[in-house]
């Protein structure tokens, strides 16, 4: 079956004014993994060591870094599949959330996520942690003191300001005397731990800039290099300048699962962003539920993610070429070869790492053709992907039309192999919901 492709140009809603210097925070596209696509609310310290341990073991030498717990570390009877209403959360004398001792157990005697921290340090690893926008309503309650303020609780939280799916927290009134200082306060912590990566919830849909901003000041405070992700999404592309300057991710679509019409949809979203990312700032399209997920999750039960082998490799491959953070759901000690292999080739992460201004080129029919910037002259990356039902499709590509030489070699990034010097251009065959990329290099004379 042939396809028709139709070229078309994305003109950027808005785009950088000037790079960031290439030793920024998150210089490249954080790639790490996250315990909420496997674990929910509910993840304890050994199951974050065990995950921690096979990402040193397999995963490090290929780039992966970050080791993050999600959302609700601080509540002793957390629950699989969603949220306990009024949940009572372990915190200190300040209203500044701490683990939950019976979950994390070497945070006993007030120390907190650093020995935990430590370990994945140790590792040669990166640790993080989730947050919520706010002030919890049980600091608020009680009225506690704002460490290193003046101000108490119910004096800066904004009891109007809420969360429509958590009950945890009040949104935090920026205007009002000791605010900020309560931002800055939970970062001395979290930075006192140890922590390298911060995602920020309920924060980025629609974009609470005050409290954005509050963060990425009480970061700076620091002194440490703490990346900033934004959730959840999709953040609205007007937003974009104030996102660059104030986070490193930030997300553009709501939370993703194993499921072909959210990959689909993915597609569009991610083309709006094109072009978009660059070092210390990048568009977040959401975890991968790759692998086995759903073990405590919000969704589902037990599972090895429902996307076909053909649709894994089409997400990945569309990550990649986007320039998208790479954060993993799955539970990384459950991995089977199949996997790992989709985790661990350094031709298609180095796309992810090293390509730019990754987006949409062309489509037509049930074809979509992306492209990037190679890191080398006359070097450019191409995707092909498949999105119909049906196939295999043949998608032509020219050289021309990617502003290169007319003879070029062609290699296939997931295969390892080079397919030749090719004159003109090449008719690339993809089946359905399947993809290839691609390192289109000129050929030397």
């Known amino acids: 079956m042939q396809s028709s492709v139709v070229l078309f140009a994305l003109l950027a809603a808005s785009m950088p004014s000037a790079w960031a210097a290439a030793d920024a925070v998150a210089a490249t596209p954080p790639m790490g993994w996250n315990s909420w696509d496997s674990y929910g609310t509910t993840v304890t310290e050994a ?7 096979y990402m040193a073991q397999h995963l490090k030498q290929h780039g992966w870094q970050y080791v993050v717990i999600d959302i609700q570390w601080s509540e002793p009877n957390a629950q699989a599949h969603g949220y306990r209403p009024g949940a009572q959360l372990a915190m200190d004398e300040y209203g500044r959330l701490i683990p939950a001792v019976n979950r994390f157990p070497s945070s006993a005697g007030g120390r907190g996520f650093r020995p935990l921290a430590d370990y994945i340090h140790g590792l040669g690893l990166r640790f993080g942690i989730h947050i919520m926008r706010g002030i919890p309503r049980q600091a608020v309650k009680a009225n506690l003191p704002v460490f290193g303020s003046k101000a108490r609780a119910s004096d800066i939280a904004d009891t109007a300001s809420v969360c429509p799916w958590n009950t945890d927290m009040y949104g935090v009134d920026l205007s009002r005397p000791g605010a900020q200082d309560y931002y800055d306060s939970i970062l001395k912590l979290y930075a006192g731990w140890g922590v390298d990566y911060i995602k920020a919830d309920d924060i980025a849909r629609p974009a609470h800039r005050e409290e954005i901003a509050a963060l990425h000041r009480a970061i700076g405070k620091t002194g440490r290099p703490i990346v900033l992700s934004l959730s959840p999404g999709p953040a609205m592309i007007k937003d974009v300048a104030f996102l660059q300057e104030n986070a490193n991710m930030w997300r553009i679509s709501d939370d993703f699962w194993d499921d072909w019409k959210a990959l689909r949809l993915n597609f569009i979203l991610m083309s709006i962003w094109s072009g978009v990312g660059r070092p210390g700032a990048w568009p977040d399209a959401d975890m991968l539920p790759l692998g086995r997920i759903g073990i405590r999750a919000e969704r589902g039960e037990p599972r090895m993610t429902r996307f076909t082998r053909d649709e894994q490799r089409t997400l990945i491959s569309l990550w990649s070429i ?23 080739n350094d031709e298609v992460l180095a796309v992810d790492q090293h390509g730019s201004r990754g987006g949409a080129f062309a489509e037509g029919g049930d074809s979509v053709v992306w492209t990037a910037e190679g890191p080398g002259a006359n070097e450019k990356y191409v995707a092909v992907f498949n999105v119909g039902e049906a196939g295999p ?10 502003k290169l030489p007319e003879r070029c070699v062609v290699r296939d990034l997931w295969e390892r192999e080079d397919i030749g010097a090719i004159p003109g251009g090449y008719t690339f065959r993809a089946g359905p919901h399947g993809s290839g990329i691609y390192k289109i290099t000129a050929a030397k004379n």
Do not use: C, H, K, Y
Not at 47 to 53: G, K, T
Not at 393 to 402: G, K, T
């Open 393 to 402: 499709i043949d998608v032509r590509v020219a050289w021309a039309a990617l």
């Open 322 to 344: 986007a320039q998208a953070p790479l954060m993993f759901g799955g539970d990384l000690p459950s991995n089977d070869d199949f996997t790992l292999s989709l985790i661990s």
């Open 47 to 53: 199951e974050v060591r065990a995950n921690a341990d």
